[in-house]
């Protein structure tokens, strides 16, 4: 924050001053965003809620602030704390997303900020497939296999328990602990699981699951 606060004096100083402000603010919010996003959000685990208000006492004076990031949109904060329009454009660009900046809420984009400030912007060498080919070794290193060009048709059920998938060239692969579903929930829940799997209150609340966001993406 303070380098990036440095190049922003070169516009204005009063900035500087504010985005430091600003900084100090998304500290806290990170600090109580990072505590929940370990656990799960309906059923936080005890360590986890520890953890949230532990933080929130830490920025206890920033606590207005902090809700005030979260519930407004990218641009009435822009516009609220700074006034060079440089500095104004840098921070929409920095945090803008899927959603228009003027949005209610959009404000929460502003975590990616405080990430950078944290952990700035790491590249894996080799590019980024090599994410995907260092996940791979890891999970032959412990004895699992991968199988390319097998599209599953359905989950297996037995006894309402996930127990394997159908693939579609006809072979089962049985699963001894659990199915993970790396698609969206919509295709998980309506067309992989077997007809009559869910109930017809289920079915509804699937098919209430937002696809699009703003027409951004499916």
């Not at 600003?22 to 809620?49: I, K, Q, S």
């Not at 516009?79 to 404000?107: K, M, Y």
Request: hydrophobic share 40%; aromatic share 4%; charged share 20%.
């Amino acid at each position: 924050p303070t380098r990036t606060a440095d190049e922003i004096a070169h516009f204005s100083r009063a900035d500087a001053r504010a985005y430091l402000e600003l900084a100090r603010v998304l500290d806290g919010f990170a600090d109580m965003a990072f505590a929940m996003a370990v656990t799960n959000p309906t059923r936080p685990e005890p360590a986890a809620l520890g953890k949230l208000l532990r933080s929130a006492a830490k920025s206890r004076k920033d606590l207005r602030a902090i809700a005030s990031v979260v519930t407004s949109s990218i641009t009435e904060i822009a516009l609220e704390r700074f006034e060079h329009q440089v500095v104004r454009d840098a921070i929409h660009a920095t945090c803008g997303s899927t959603i228009p900046n003027n949005q209610s809420g959009s404000g929460a984009a502003f975590l990616w900020m405080a990430t950078m400030h944290r952990f700035a912007c790491e590249r894996p060498i080799g590019g980024v497939q090599a994410i995907p080919d260092a996940l791979a070794r890891r999970l032959r290193a412990k004895g699992g296999t991968i199988e390319r060009n097998a599209m599953v048709q359905q989950i297996l059920l037995s006894n309402d328990r996930a127990t394997g998938v159908r693939l579609i060239d006809g072979r089962e692969i049985t699963a001894r602990t659990a199915v993970l579903a790396a698609c969206d929930p919509r295709q998980t829940l309506e067309k992989l699981l077997p007809t009559g799997a869910l109930s017809a209150t289920d079915q509804s609340r699937v098919r209430a699951i937002p696809t699009s966001n703003l027409n951004y993406g499916q």
